[in-house]
């Protein structure tokens, strides 16, 4: 167990200047985005994404999403196409991630991509997010904010609580308004769903006019988010539970009797806000069981079912 904490920054033009400062110098500041909050690094700098990899304890077979304040200058380091045009005019700033092929004289460390020809890159929305990343002025590598294939962090004393001073700043911008990362799409030969997140199928469907592919589970882990056991909870997690067993703590949607309810009024977009952290705050809880109402499988219900069903995966450890 770490015991020292990381630099506390307020959300300022101060704690904005000062974690790009701590980015520019190869240090890792943790930063609210209107997903979830993310652990950045100088992606041009190999030290830094190296130290993110470290931090997260993340295979390294698993590459990071680069984050821009401009659209610019994250065209710099990819081949742009037609349907990234469409995408980004639709949805950036926003909670969408795409894959492109790197461009050969991008700067981006080559640690990011692990290995692949690809990179990952999406322009947020989140203030914070913005003004950091236009005070740095770099782009900045960031997965999410907790050691790999725990709880994503929803809120700063998430990521304290899981990275502890593997991170050297944490900016607190408060909870974050989506609560599930952001939907990432492949677009090498044809547009791929390779996770499901904040903006859904139907409207990337409706944009592109045509449905995307979506990545079959027995394929090479090109987006692993998709690892089976992933935002893994102590605590085991059973699904659809239409009634609660004796010692099990509670995760209600809907009209439901419950320990926290993720929205009574059966609102998925209030959901997928609490999921995170209503699982942070079960499991502090040490139950053995956490059980959770059915949740819609349609709109943002599919990715919320997403990160349910890795959460109550088999572990291997
Ligand atoms: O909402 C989000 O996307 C958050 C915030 C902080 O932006 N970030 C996030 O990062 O969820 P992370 O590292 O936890 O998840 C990134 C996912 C991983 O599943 C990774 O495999 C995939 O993106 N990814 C990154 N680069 C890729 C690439 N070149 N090709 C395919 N998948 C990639
Ligand atoms: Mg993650």
Redesign the pocket.
């Known amino acids: 167990m770490n015991l020292s904490s990381p630099e506390i920054l307020p959300d300022t033009a101060q704690g904005h200047s000062r974690a790009a400062r701590i980015l520019s110098t190869g240090g890792l500041v943790a930063f609210p ?8 690094g100088d992606a041009c700098d190999d030290r830094a994404v190296a130290r993110i990899y470290e931090a ?1 304890g ?1 295979p390294s077979f ?4 680069v ?1 821009f304040a401009d659209l610019d200058t994250l065209k710099q380091n990819v081949h742009w196409t037609t349907e990234a045009e469409l995408l980004a005019r639709t949805y950036w700033p926003g ?1 969408l ?1 795409l ?1 492109l092929k ?1 461009r050969a004289d991008s700067p981006i460390s080559p640690l ?3 290995g ?1 020809e ?3 890159v ?1 322009l ?1 929305a989140h203030a914070t ?1 913005r003004a950091i990343l236009r005070a740095a002025g770099c782009g900045v590598a ?5 050691r790999s294939g725990q709880i ?1 962090p929803t809120q700063a004393a998430h990521v304290v609580a899981s990275l502890g001073d593997r991170v050297d700043a944490v900016v607190d911008g408060g909870a974050c308004a ?1 609560g ?3 939907t ?1 799409v ?1 677009l090498l030969d044809k547009p791929v769903l ?2 499901p ?2 903006i859904t199928e139907e409207d990337l469907a409706h944009t592109l006019g045509r449905h995307l592919a979506v990545r079959h589970k027995a394929e090479a ?7 089976m056991s992933h935002y893994a909870p102590h605590a085991h997690v059973r699904l659809n539970a239409t009634e609660w067993l004796p010692g099990e703590l509670r995760l209600g949607f809907g009209e439901v009797d419950c320990d926290l309810n993720l929205s009574e009024t059966e609102d998925l977009v209030e959901a997928a806000a609490h999921l995170f952290d209503y699982l942070h705050q079960l499991d502090a809880r040490r139950a053995e069981v956490i059980a959770v109402s059915p949740i819609p499988h349609e709109g943002l219900g599919i990715a919320i079912n997403d990160r349910l069903s890795r959460a109550a995966a088999p572990r291997d450890d």
């Open positions: 985005t209107e997903t979830v909050y993310g652990l950045g997260k993340r698993n590459p990071l999403i984050h909670p991630t894959v790197k990011v991509s692990a692949l690809t990179i990952a999406r947020p997010a960031a997965p999410s904010a907790n994503s989506v599930v990362e952001s990432i492949g390779l996770r997140g904040g882990i090109s987006a692993p988010g998709q690892l």
